[in-house]
C-alpha cells in the first residue's frame, strides 16, 4: 500500500501488517551497543508486503532521498 488513499473499502481497505521482533533481540542489541560504547540510531522505515498476485499495474514515486540527479521525475513499476 504506497498511499493510503489508494486503498478500496472491502477489498484491501482494513488490510494491517505489522512487523514483529522478539524482546529478546532487542535486549542483546542494547547489551552489545552499551557495552561497546556505540552510537545507536533509530529510523521508521516503511516497507510494502504484497499478500497475493496484483491483477494491475502498480507504479510508485522515488523515495525521498533515494532520488538521483536527472532522474527526478522518475517512477518505479512493482
Known sequence: MAKSYT???GIDYEATISLV???ASIRLILTIVAHLDLKLYQM???TAFHIRELDEETYI???VGFIVN???GNVYKL
Open 70 to 72: 536527472g532522474k527526478q
Open 61 to 63: 514515486d522515488q523515495l
Open 7 to 9: 486503498q478500496r473499502e
Open 44 to 46: 521508521g522505515v516503511k
Open 21 to 23: 521482533v522478539k524482546f
